[in-house]
């Protein structure tokens, strides 16, 4: 029924107010990706979740590896427990 599909129907409905305007050829020297999360200042606005797969990229250090990452670009990494 339609009532089933209610929330997608919504969602469809807000994304269609939203328009990405390509900007080519601009110049980009002084775009910045920084925003602030709780009063942090993030380099960008990147999560990197807990997936449990981190030592696939370093097989020693996995999720270390991961988060020294994450805190030497300035942003935020997620573990779990």
Not at 43 to 49: D, E, K, Y
Request: with cysteine; proline share 5%.
């Amino acid at each position: 029924t339609d009532s089933d599909e209610q929330t997608l129907s919504e969602n469809e409905s807000a994304f269609k107010s939203w328009y990405l305007r390509p900007r080519v050829m601009r110049p980009v020297r002084s775009i910045s990706t920084a925003t602030q999360l709780f009063g942090q200042r993030l380099s960008m606005p990147i999560f990197v979740s807990p997936a449990g797969v981190h030592a696939l990229c370093d097989e020693a250090e996995g999720e270390c590896a991961s988060a020294r990452a994450c805190g030497r670009v300035g942003t935020l990494f997620g573990l779990s427990q």
